[in-house]
C-alpha cells in the first residue's frame, strides 16, 4: 500500500483537496482508503441507535456491518493518542492508497497544504524548511510561498495535477511498517 499525507493549517484546503484525489485514484481502478486526525471529540454515532445504545452500556468496541460497509467504533477508558502508524494497520490490507489527512508531525511522506494567512497579524508559517517528511507542497499562489524551496510546487486548485504527481511518484510513496514499531 501507499500512504501519502496531506498536512497543513485548518482552512488550507486539506480536506477538500483529499476528497478530489480520491475519485481521480479511483478512476485508475486503485482501491482509496483515508485516515482523518479529528482534534476535538467526535461521534459517527447516534443517540437512541443500537450501536449507541451498546456503547452507553460500556461496551468497548461495537462493530456494526451491513452488506455495503463495516464501522468500528472503539471507546478509550483513558485518552489516547494513537499515531498514524497505529490507524494504518487497523486498515483492511488490500488498498492501494492512503491518503493521511492530519499528523502533520508524523514520520511519514507528507504534502503540505498552504495558503497564505488571510490574518495579516497571524501570519502562518510553512513547515516544509524544517520538515524532511515534506516532500511537495501544494498551494493556491506559488509567487506567495514565504520560504523559498527546491520541492516540487503543486497547484492546490489542480487536484489531477496532485493526483499525477502522487501516481508518478508512487514508489516513493510505498509503506513499509515492522511488527517493532519502526520504518523498514
Same mark, same amino acid.
Given at each position: 500500500m501507499k500512504v501519502a499525507g496531506f498536512a497543513g493549517y485548518s482552512g488550507s484546503g486539506k480536506t477538500t483537496l483529499v476528497e478530489?484525489?480520491?475519485?481521480?485514484?479511483?478512476?485508475q481502478g486503485l482501491r482509496v482508503s483515508v485516515v482523518k486526525h479529528a482534534h476535538h471529540r467526535f461521534d459517527i454515532d447516534h443517540p437512541?441507535?443500537?450501536?449507541w445504545r451498546h456503547r452507553q452500556a460500556g461496551a468497548f468496541e461495537v462493530v456494526i456491518a451491513s452488506d455495503r460497509r463495516l464501522a468500528l467504533v472503539r471507546e478509550f477508558e483513558q485518552p489516547a493518542q494513537l499515531t498514524v502508524h497505529q490507524m494504518l494497520a487497523e486498515l483492511y490490507e488490500g488498498?492501494?492508497?492512503v491518503l493521511v489527512e492530519g499528523f502533520k508531525e508524523s514520520d511519514i511522506l507528507k504534502i503540505e497544504v498552504w495558503r497564505e494567512s488571510t490574518d495579516a497579524q497571524n501570519p502562518?508559517? /510553512?513547515?516544509?524548511?524544517? &520538515? $524532511?517528511?515534506? /516532500?511537495?507542497?501544494?498551494? &493556491? $499562489?506559488a509567487q506567495r510561498l514565504p520560504q523559498p524551496t527546491q520541492?516540487?510546487?503543486l497547484d492546490l486548485n489542480q487536484p489531477a495535477q496532485v493526483a499525477q504527481w502522487l501516481l508518478a511518484q508512487?514508489?516513493?510513496?510505498e509503506?513499509?511498517?515492522?511488527?517493532?514499531?519502526?520504518?523498514l
Open positions: 478530489q484525489i480520491i475519485p481521480l485514484l479511483r478512476q437512541g441507535k443500537d450501536s488498498v492501494d492508497w502562518r508559517p /510553512v513547515r516544509y524548511p524544517e &520538515d $524532511d517528511f515534506i /516532500v511537495a507542497i501544494a498551494t &493556491d $499562489d520541492l516540487p510546487v508512487g514508489e516513493r510513496f509503506y513499509h511498517w515492522d511488527q517493532h514499531g519502526g520504518l
